[in-house]
T-cell receptor, first 116, second 111 residues
Framework: GAVVSQHPSRVICKSGTSVKIECRSL??????MFWYRQFPKQSLMLMAT?????????EQGVEKDKFLINHASLTLSTLTVTSAHPEDSSFYIC????????????FGQGTRLTVV | GESVGLHLPTLSVQEGDNSIINCAYS??????FIWYKQESGKGPQFIID?????DKRQGQRVTVLLNKTVKHLSLQIAATQPGDSAVYFC??????????FGKGTTLSVSS
């Protein structure tokens, strides 16, 4: 159990277009989901915390209008990178928390975004 | 072999050796710690966790040690295998908050 599916695994888009990444908890309900970004040879950096039915909380320096997060159900959160630029190219990873403490966090397989 | 985590990002060991990967965490209020393994192009894979009321926890071939006094966490891998080659991250949080990741250590195991 506790599987988190992220889709797509890879995406290439043109500069100026928008890309949507989906994160689904397949066998549990996730009140809270987290979105991370990882540049090559670096650690995972928290972008935002997404709670079902409410607005996401963004970390300092992360543009909320650039990275739109929607958490419309207990099993699905989406991250939309709007007007993508080459510097947005990165590895995006979601995590879904099972339970109220948030300590049981399960990760998706990540999405490699390349903006050309 | 042993790494000091933040200051030595790569640890190279021979197959069969024991590996020690270190991590210094920053938040003294953190009460939950996890070690993750990440292979290239994949998401983090859970290895072992420990809560702040413990100082040691053992799994299969892995042991996590927690020293809250100096805010230090280590991962020991016994009889390291080539399949253990990956980047290892420590992560910390308090209940209800997001996991915050350390910088990571690359473990390279040669046959």
């Amino acid at each position: 159990g506790a599987v988190v599916s992220q889709h797509p695994s890879r995406v290439i888009c043109k500069s100026g277009t928008s890309v949507k990444i989906e994160c689904r908890s397949l066998d549990f309900q996730a009140t809270t989901m987290f979105w991370y970004r990882q540049f090559p040879k670096q650690s995972l950096m928290l972008m935002a915390t997404s709670n079902e039915g409410s607005k996401a909380t963004y970390e300092q320096g992360v543009e909320k209008d650039k990275f739109l997060i929607n958490h419309a159900s207990l099993t699905l959160s989406t991250l939309t990178v709007t007007s993508a630029h080459p510097e947005d190219s990165s590895f995006y990873i979601c995590s879904a928390a099972r339970g109220t403490s948030g300590t049981e966090a399960f990760f998706g397989q990540g999405t490699r975004l390349t903006v050309v | 072999g042993e790494s000091v985590g933040l200051h030595l990002p790569t640890l190279s060991v021979q197959e069969g050796d024991n590996s020690i990967i270190n991590c210094a965490y920053s938040n003294s209020a953190s009460d939950y710690f996890i070690w993750y393994k990440q292979e290239s192009g994949k998401g983090p894979q859970f290895i072992i966790d420990i809560r702040s009321n413990m100082d040691k926890r053992q799994g299969q071939r892995v042991t996590v040690l927690l020293n809250k006094t100096v805010k230090h966490l280590s991962l020991q891998i016994a009889a390291t295998q080539p399949g253990d080659s990956a980047v290892y991250f420590c992560a910390e949080n308090q209940a209800g908050t997001a996991l915050i990741f350390g910088k990571g250590t690359t473990l390279s195991v040669s046959s």
